[in-house]
């Protein structure tokens, strides 16, 4: 199918625009309510960097037929997580071409979009609607994918788009695949995403003061630019981490930090000893739980995120003050915003180990 004849499916909403060899695949979807946030841009908003070079399997298979219901998903997701739904179109015609070979990989990854099981653990959402986050459910495959691209950065701009798929898996030539597939499904150009504004960088001023917490937020802010490394990160500093991320992304051949590896590292320096795990960090630590407000938090504080209040926290970050946090995601260690985008919508924990 062309590209133009996918946009106009979409926009119009037409069935009759459809093929007919699609309009069989179509089944009906419970679509997941989209969280209520004034500064969710449209899919069409978020703008896609054009691919460059290296490639690899995109350069002897060419992009295929959306299978309608998975096209539904796409969309779906799409709309929920702010993203243009051509880049989870990308994503999954490399990984198991729309779910036409989504057997088991080498690795172990599984489900469409192919998340190795100890990374769906953490990301992995409900995108039917059941209550359940199943691996092998192709509506919490494709939700599960939008929830960690997002996580990696994808709403922050066309470097963020970049930085998010290079998380899903460690390849230029993935990024880069991936990117001309979401190009041939839509003509994908390079825009700004005007919503989300982007408050990541990797460059920070240490704090001033004395005292435990203060020497635990510099402690992190001095590896600021460090790679991400799935289950990386030591008391003594950035390390090779373990197999693996989505996609059989191998931690253990990229040295740096995960999120729990970095706070687990910043607190040891002051002689706190913490889990390697967010969720245990966060609830079964010892921290003094402490409000989602501002005006109480401080820096040191260390914030887990879930998607639910009695959600597992799958990521966690150290609090700088002014709404900031420093933290290892998809795209390494950064200081991101707390005020707006992701975070901003995620249920927080809040805990403090040290005055």
Avoid at 75 to 86: F, I, M, N
């Amino acid at each position: 199918m062309k590209a133009i004849a996918w946009a106009l499916a979409l926009s119009l909403g037409a069935l009759l625009t459809v093929p007919l060899a699609l309009v069989l695949f179509v089944t009906t979807l419970a679509t997941p309510a989209v969280a209520a946030n004034s500064c969710t841009p449209p899919a069409s908003v978020v703008g896609l960097p054009q691919p460059g070079s290296p490639r690899q399997a995109s350069l002897h298979n060419p992009p295929t037929e959306i299978p309608a219901d998975v096209l539904a998903l796409y969309e779906a997701a799409a709309t929920q997580y702010g993203l243009p739904w051509t880049l989870l179109a990308g994503v999954g015609m490399e990984e198991t071409n729309h779910g036409r070979h989504n057997a088991t990989s080498s690795a172990g990854a599984r489900g469409l979009m192919q998340f190795m099981p100890a990374t769906f653990a953490f990301y992995g959402v409900d995108g039917n609607g059941d209550g359940r986050a199943v691996i092998t459910d192709d509506a919490d495959s494709v939700h599960s994918a939008a929830n960690y691209l997002v996580a990696s950065g994808a709403l922050l701009g066309p470097d963020g788009v970049r930085k998010a798929l290079f998380a899903y898996n460690h390849a230029l030539w993935y990024v880069n695949d991936v990117l001309y597939y979401a190009a041939a499904y839509s003509g994908g150009d390079v825009a700004e995403n005007p919503c989300v504004t982007d408050d990541s960088d990797t460059t920070g001023t240490p704090l001033t003061g004395t005292g435990p917490a203060t020497d635990a937020v510099n402690a992190a802010l001095r590896w600021l630019g460090t790679r991400y490394s799935w289950g990386g990160g030591t008391p003594s500093g950035p390390s090779t981490g373990i197999c693996c991320s989505p996609g059989g992304q191998d931690g253990r051949v990229v040295t740096g930090f995960d999120c729990s590896g970095l706070v687990l590292y910043a607190y040891a320096q002051i002689g706190v000893r913490l889990p390697h795990l967010a969720h245990d960090i966060t609830y079964n630590s010892g921290g003094q739980p402490i409000p989602r407000d501002f005006a109480q938090m401080r820096p040191g504080d260390v914030i887990g995120f879930s998607h639910s209040p009695r959600g597992r926290v799958f990521h966690a970050g150290i609090y700088l003050g002014d709404g900031r946090m420093v933290n290892s995601d998809g795209s390494g260690v950064s200081i991101d915003s707390l005020t707006t985008g992701y975070y901003s919508r995620l249920v927080w924990r809040v805990v403090r180990f040290v005055e």
